[in-house]
């Protein structure tokens, strides 16, 4: 698995504007401010499932498997459509632990 880049803030800020999650990123960010520094990965754990309850269209759902399937770098996004669930949250706790995710959205809301 790889380091999130510039690449994916602009395939995240798609994601959002394609599922019309704004201004749910406007009060995540809000949010975000509130919490401990210690909670970092509970608080982007939370925006992950945000957004993917948000996915309700087929080429959102479609976007998602791209990037999912980007990041990790050794699936297509077929296979990531197939994985189970709890290997997908384990991965996606992964990418934020070893990330610095309130930056990276921080930098996200400025291509939003």
């Known amino acids: 698995m790889r380091k999130l880049g510039l690449k994916d803030a602009f395939s995240v800020a798609r994601i959002i504007k394609s599922a019309d999650l704004k201004n749910e990123i406007f009060e995540f960010a809000k949010y975000v ?3 401990d520094k210690k ?3 509970e608080v ?4 992950v499932i945000t957004m ?8 959102v759902e479609n976007e998602f498997y791209s990037l999912y399937a980007d ?3 050794d699936i297509t996004p077929e296979q990531a ?4 669930i709890t290997e997908v949250i384990t991965d996606i706790k992964n990418i934020i632990a070893e990330n610095d995710i309130q930056s990276f959205f921080t930098s996200l809301s400025a291509l939003i």
Do not use: A, C
Request: aromatic fraction near 8%.
């Open 81 to 84: 459509s197939l994985m189970d």
């Open 39 to 41: 909670n970092k990965q």
């Open 52 to 59: 993917i309850s948000s996915l309700s269209s087929k080429e």
């Open 44 to 47: 982007g754990f939370e925006f």
């Open 71 to 73: 990041i990790r770098g």
């Open 33 to 35: 401010k509130t919490k």
